[in-house]
């Protein structure tokens, strides 16, 4: 049963399905009937499918055989009527056709005519439409080949204009053509290309000033120079309208402190135009500025000036120093600045100058290695130097923003330090005074000038205090060797004069007055030697050399004369104490050159008070003045005079050694000579030619040197007597030294030198005179009785001296009587020494103890 119920079940699944099929076949189009009879095939019961659709095939067939018996009398109604018709339209067809054929025949001329004509109207339209076209790319194109002909003439500010007028104005209307796109896209090279160019202008601008910076600076500085010219001349000029008497004027002429400032100016001049003399055109910085302005509108080509440098010419002496602006043309400047201002670009133009011109003053500040060398390595660096900082200010005032105050003085900051560097560095290196003069005269000329362009320079004249200590030291250098010539030629004699000419030359030349000499018949001698009035006027040369340096450093005129004052001390204290020194202490300097040298220095002494007054004459400065530095000549003068005198006694000394080496006694004589010894009476003879000369030294000094002389000889007699080498000596022998030192007794009483007073001077024998006294008369008891007491006779009779002569005579006594101990005198004798030597020694313990 349940078998047979889902037998049913599927029939009628099955049967219902067939039936959908078949209604989706009806209804469905053709060419999408795959799909549905795909599901037939696929399913297991096509047969009876197929049966269901012959069974409706069936259907469809008769309702069709229905519909066509219902309407078939009405079809063959319309069969008939249409066969009429079809007879009818034949004919009608043939009445078209001869008509369109007749038509065609009669219109062929007048279609040819109708093509002409509309063949015609549109030439003429096209034609129309051309000229409207050109009449609007024609302007584009002229503007376009003016653009072309502005940038073949390097007429860059004119083409960027046009070019601007092309493409806002021009183009736009005619922006649809092909030619106007390719002009488009050319306009931002062509703008390129005039960046490019003039930004080739601006660098070869550059590398121009750079080359030619220093011919710039020696214009600047030549200008400065002719305005210090023109001070000084007005500073005299007022000085004679202030004091227009007769004395002032000649008083202001003679002024040495004026010739110095002319002669200054004239090395100016001479530092300055080493170069030819250049000129260019007389435009006025006016004008210049004025030219910077109307550039703009300049549309003429690129001419030479574009470098940067205008053509000069040689120039005569009257006429105008051109101004360092005027060399140079800065029109490549303001062109290149308007164009890009024009474009936009203005920031990068300002940022690519500054960034050019500071590698540029890193390039012109480097000094060559060999600047110290020559005042023209010097020269070439400053003008350098101003002739870039003249550029700069031109630019900064003509120009609005390409350079600004702060970039200036940034670039001042560092030249002014890297400057003041190198300069300290090569200044060292100078050894010429002449050469550091010259140098220091070339810094104020910078100083100046750059001053007069709004530069800050006070650290240039703070560095120029330093280089004036070691101007000074370079001229104490030179002096020296100017003292060392003069003292090495002088022949150390007094000035023979013979006749008043000669005689007021060497009064002009040193500051010396005495009656006596004066009222003295020709030919007659000055008391000092050449080198007196030679050394003085060195001394004053030396104080016009650091008056010159002390010029234009803006210094008060108390600085200027401290300044000069602490020289001459250096010079004075320092140079010429060491030169005299040395001469002084040479190996072959006589007594005589020596006598001389104490004379000279005492004239020099009185002199100093006249360098006071000349030092006074030139700055100003009374010497009352406070904190005024006085000259410590007379202290120089007087130490060469005591070294002098030291020499003096040293050298008596060293002679008198030399006679008393060629003492030869013999010590073993038994009777003295008739007379005093050979070498001592030589000597004698040389004290009292020497004391001779010393007539013209001070009284003090002749006398000192005697004395030294006579206590010397004292010392070296008593040294000789007493000398180990000689062991033994007879009675004879210390009588004929007795002879000896009476002849020196002759010679202190004989006044060798005046000013002695009584016996003073055989004083200085006292001791050889009591010690022989004591041994030729044998006073041993009074000796030694007496010794200690303040009025002993033989007060400087020294116990252990006695007692090395006693010894020596004893052992003489010993050695040639040894036969003679047998006599009683003898023996007694022998006795006697022995005792008086065991007193002495019995002294010399008490005196030890």
């Not at 250049?278 to 004025?290: D, F, L, W």
């Not at 006695?802 to 009683?824: C, I």
Request: net charge negative; aromatic share 8%.
């Amino acid at each position: 049963m349940e078998r047979g119920k889902m037998a049913e079940l599927e029939s009628l699944e099955t049967a219902a399905e067939h039936e959908r099929i078949l209604r989706e076949i009806e209804s469905t189009d053709t060419a999408c009937i795959g799909p549905t009879l795909r599901s037939v095939y696929d399913g297991e019961e096509h047969g009876r499918f197929m049966e269901k659709l012959e069974a409706r095939i069936r259907n469809h067939d008769r309702e069709i055989e229905k519909m066509c018996n219902f309407h078939y009398q009405g079809f063959v109604d319309s069969i008939t009527e249409l066969l009429k018709v079809r007879g009818e339209a034949q004919k009608l067809k043939n009445q078209v056709t001869d008509t369109n054929r007749k038509l065609q025949n009669e219109g062929k001329e007048l279609i040819i005519a109708m093509e002409e004509l509309k063949q015609c109207r549109l030439q003429q339209r096209n034609i129309s439409a051309t000229v409207d076209k050109l009449t609007l790319c024609l302007p584009v194109l002229e503007m376009y080949s003016k653009l072309r002909d502005q940038m073949k003439s390097k007429r860059h500010y004119p083409a960027l204009k046009t070019l601007e007028h092309l493409e806002h104005t021009y183009l736009p209307q005619v922006s649809h053509y092909r030619f106007c796109k390719i002009m488009v896209d050319n306009i931002p090279k062509l703008r390129e290309e005039i960046k490019e160019v003039s930004m080739s202008d601006l660098k070869d601008f550059l590398e121009s000033i750079r080359k030619h910076s220093d011919k710039i600076g020696e214009t600047a500085m030549k200008q400065d120079c002719r305005y210090n010219q023109w001070k000084i001349i007005a500073k005299i000029f007022f000085s004679l309208l202030l004091s227009p008497n007769d004395k002032a004027i000649t008083l202001l002429v003679n002024n040495p402190r004026h010739h110095v400032l002319a002669q200054q100016q004239r090395n100016l001049d001479n530092i300055v135009s080493q170069h030819p003399r250049i000129s260019g055109g007389k435009k006025s910085k006016k004008e210049v500025c004025a030219n910077s302005d109307l550039e703009v509108k300049n549309t003429s080509p690129m001419s030479e000036q574009d470098s940067g440098i205008l053509d000069v010419e040689d120039e005569d002496e009257d006429e105008e120093v051109p101004g360092a602006q005027d060399l140079v043309d800065f029109s490549p400047v303001y062109r290149c600045l308007h164009i890009y201002s024009v474009l936009g670009a203005r920031e990068t133009f300002e940022n690519y100058y500054r960034k050019q011109r500071r590698k540029q003053a890193r390039l012109v500040l480097q000094p060559p290695s060999n600047m110290h060398e020559t005042l023209d390595g010097y020269r070439k660096y400053f003008n350098q130097i101003v002739g870039f900082f003249v550029v700069e200010d031109h630019i900064l005032h003509t120009t609005q923003g390409l350079v600004n105050r702060a970039y200036i003085d940034e670039l001042w900051e560092m030249a002014l330090s890297k400057t003041i560097a190198a300069l300290r560095t090569h200044s060292s290196y100078c050894s010429d005074p002449s050469l550091v003069l010259d140098l220091k005269n070339l810094i104020v000329l910078f100083a100046d000038t750059l001053q007069g362009y709004g530069f800050p320079v006070n650290q240039l004249f703070d560095m120029l205090l330093e280089i004036r200590d070691q101007y000074s030291e370079t001229l104490l250098k030179k002096w020296s060797g100017v003292f060392r010539n003069i003292l090495d030629s002088d022949n150390y004699s007094p000035i023979p004069v013979t006749n008043e000419e000669i005689y007021k030359k060497i009064v002009g030349q040193f500051p010396f007055q005495d009656a006596e000499l004066e009222k003295q018949p020709f030919p007659k001698k000055f008391p000092f030697s050449e080198f007196v009035p030679k050394v003085y006027n060195q001394i004053k040369e030396f104080i016009y050399a650091c008056l010159k340096f002390s010029e234009d450093l803006h210094l008060s005129s108390t600085e200027v004369d401290d300044m000069i004052r602490k020289s001459t001390n250096l010079l004075l204290t320092r140079t010429l104490s060491n030169c005299l020194q040395n001469v002084i202490k040479r190996k072959n300097v006589g007594l005589t050159e020596l006598v001389q040298i104490i004379i000279n220095t005492t004239h020099l002494e009185k002199s100093c008070k006249f360098l006071e007054e000349f030092i006074t004459n030139i700055t100003n400065v009374l010497p009352e003045t406070v904190h005024t530095t006085k000259l410590y000549g007379t202290t120089t003068f007087k130490d060469a005079r005591h070294a002098a005198e030291e020499e003096i006694y040293t050298n008596l000394n060293q002679k008198i050694d030399q006679f008393v080496q060629l003492a030869d006694y013999d010590w073993m004589a038994v009777e003295p000579g008739s007379k005093a010894s050979d070498y001592l009476v030589d000597l004698i003879g040389f004290l009292r030619s020497t004391f001779a000369v010393f007539t013209h030294l001070p009284g003090k000094v002749a006398q000192t040197a005697c004395m030294s002389a006579c206590k010397h000889l004292s010392t070296s007699l008593m040294q000789l007597l007493l000398e180990a080498e000689v062991r033994q000596l007879t009675l004879g022998a210390l009588q004929q030294f007795n002879l000896d030192v009476e002849e020196c007794e002759q010679f202190a009483r004989s006044g060798p030198v005046p000013g002695f007073q009584g016996d003073t001077l055989q004083l200085a024998f006292i001791d050889l005179r009591q010690l022989l006294d004591l041994f030729i008369q044998w006073d041993w008891s009074t000796y030694l009785a007496d010794y200690g007491q303040p009025t002993c006779k033989y007060l400087r009779v020294n116990p252990t001296t006695a007692l090395v002569l006693l010894e020596k005579m004893r052992d003489t006594s010993r050695k040639n009587n040894v036969f003679a101990q047998f006599r009683k005198n003898e023996r007694d004798k022998q006795k006697l020494i022995d005792t008086v030597a065991k007193q002495l020694r019995s002294l010399i313990n008490s005196h030890h103890s």
